[in-house]
Structures are given as structure tokens and as C-alpha cells.
């Protein structure tokens, strides 16, 4: 669930870590 919040506003730096 916290992934996804970051991953809207950065998916580029979210899903890579």
C-alpha cells in the first residue's frame, strides 16, 4: 500500500527500489 502512493508521484524511483 505505501509503494503505491510513491509509485504515483514517482513510478520510475517507486517500483525500482
Same mark, same amino acid.
Given at each position: 500500500? =505505501?509503494?503505491?502512493?510513491?509509485?504515483?508521484?514517482?513510478? =520510475?524511483?517507486?517500483? =525500482? =527500489?
Amino acid at each position: 500500500m =505505501k509503494g503505491k502512493r510513491i509509485f504515483v508521484f514517482a513510478p =520510475k524511483k517507486s517500483y =525500482k =527500489k
